[in-house]
């Protein structure tokens, strides 16, 4: 694979573009941050959402985990807002297979009235089949007829009561966003306003359109309803809707792999052996790092040593200057080899063990037993961030936190060599 990583202007996210061919024709891919909502909660879902919207893209694709369709499942209701260019891949379907996880993509199809693929993402089949229903799309083969959420009658009357006079402010080639910048307005963020101010140089500062506002607003509240509720009630029907969706859709049957898991989690997660099998886990990783480290570092410090002496000779025989030899030899070579036969070998070892243990399932369930302490420790970013990304945020602290102090004991244990 061929791609450009690079920063937003002014962000610090990263993201990814390159290049895909696929029957003889070139398709620039854009890999935006990963994240489970556009209602621009954090930076994540800004980025992404800014750039399905005003990025001009022909198509999105929406990836989804097999294994957990329903919590994504709210990412593709949010999408078809913005975008009725949308090809849903649900992919993992291999790991949702071993979980006892079967789903009907044939219904969930029909049920979000988009095309969706199923995709296993090493292997090339099912990717070029992703492809073809881009090319399908982009080639106007399928016509999409997007089910979008129904939000609760107020919502939808308010929506009713905006479509008018926003339709007469959007410009002809985005008037697909029209439902959701009423949603906006009725919402009532300002940043996302800006950004759609900004982005589509349009201006809802007309009297006419605040006239409806204000109408929406008094709608709402003699319904009971605040305007910091109205964000949870949209959440809450995309949320049923999405469960609805995978009663239809997904079939779940016990498999031996989750009894199996079961049994392993009461042993690694529990309250009595949970941590002292996580330090025993850790100790022993840590001590295979350091003593296995000994052996490739001294033998690299030994290679580098016996080297030194042909470029030491290469060196006078050239007949170089004693301050040029001292810079190359004592000053650049030594320091570089030093570091390279004391750095490489423990991280040689340390990385790819921990990286044995997340493969192995064992880091996230470390990562459980760690919650509170990490969370007394204030190492989650935020409330909100902490709750929607869960153990993700918890296996990143906990795998830097153990990696800076490893590798800490290894420069300490090498220095004392």
């Not at 450009?4 to 002014?10: E, F, Q």
């Not at 993992?92 to 969930?108: F, T, Y």
């Not at 392993?264 to 997660?269: A, S, V």
Request: charge should be neutral.
């Amino acid at each position: 694979m061929n791609q450009h990583t690079g920063n937003w202007p002014g962000k610090t996210v990263e993201n990814s573009s390159g290049i895909c061919k696929y029957k003889d024709k070139n398709y620039l891919l854009v890999d935006i941050p990963g994240t489970y909502s556009i209602m621009s909660n954090s930076e994540e879902e800004e980025i992404a959402r800014d750039y399905i919207c005003f990025g001009n893209p022909d198509a999105t694709v929406v990836i989804l985990d097999a294994t957990c369709l329903e919590r994504n499942l709210n990412l593709v209701y949010q999408i078809m807002e913005i975008t009725p260019n949308i090809v849903v891949c649900v992919n993992l379907l291999d790991e949702a297979k071993k979980k006892g996880i079967h789903i009907n993509l044939e219904v969930l199809e029909k049920e979000l009235g988009v095309p969706v693929v199923g995709t296993i993402a090493r292997k090339k089949k099912t990717l070029n089949r992703l492809m073809q229903k881009v090319e399908d799309v982009l080639e106007g083969k399928i016509n999409s007829n997007l089910k979008r959420v129904k939000y609760i009658p107020i919502i939808e009357d308010c929506i009713q009561m905006l479509t008018c006079e926003v339709e007469k402010i959007l410009p002809q080639n985005k008037q697909y966003l029209l439902r959701w910048i009423c949603l906006k307005l009725i919402d009532g963020e300002e940043r996302i306003l800006e950004s759609i101010q900004k982005n589509l140089n349009i201006s809802f500062n007309n009297e006419k359109l605040n006239a409806k506002l204000e109408e929406v607003c008094e709608l709402l509240e003699k319904n009971g309803i605040k305007k910091e509720d109205i964000k949870d009630k949209m959440v809450a029907s995309i949320v049923i809707r999405a469960e609805g969706v995978c009663i239809d859709a997904v079939d779940f049957s016990q498999s031996k792999k989750q009894n199996r898991d079961r049994k392993i989690d009461k042993i690694l997660t529990s309250k009595i052996w949970g941590i002292p099998i996580m330090i025993a886990f850790l100790g022993i990783i840590l001590w295979i790092t350091i003593v296995g480290a000994n052996y490739p570092s001294t033998l690299l410090s030994d290679l580098f040593g016996w080297a030194k002496g042909f470029l030491i000779e290469g060196l006078n025989a050239i007949y170089a200057p004693t301050w040029l030899t001292s810079i190359l030899i004592d000053g650049v070579y030594s320091t570089v080899t030093w570091i390279i036969s004391v750095m490489l070998p423990p991280m040689a070892i340390f990385f790819p063990m921990f990286t044995l243990l997340e493969d192995l399932g064992v880091l996230p369930r470390i990562a459980f037993n760690l919650d509170k302490c990490f969370r007394k420790a204030c190492s989650s970013r935020e409330t909100s961030t902490y709750h929607v990304h869960g153990s993700d945020n918890v296996v990143n602290y906990t795998f830097k936190t153990i990696s800076i102090l490893s590798l800490i004991i290894i420069l300490f244990k090498s220095l004392s060599m």
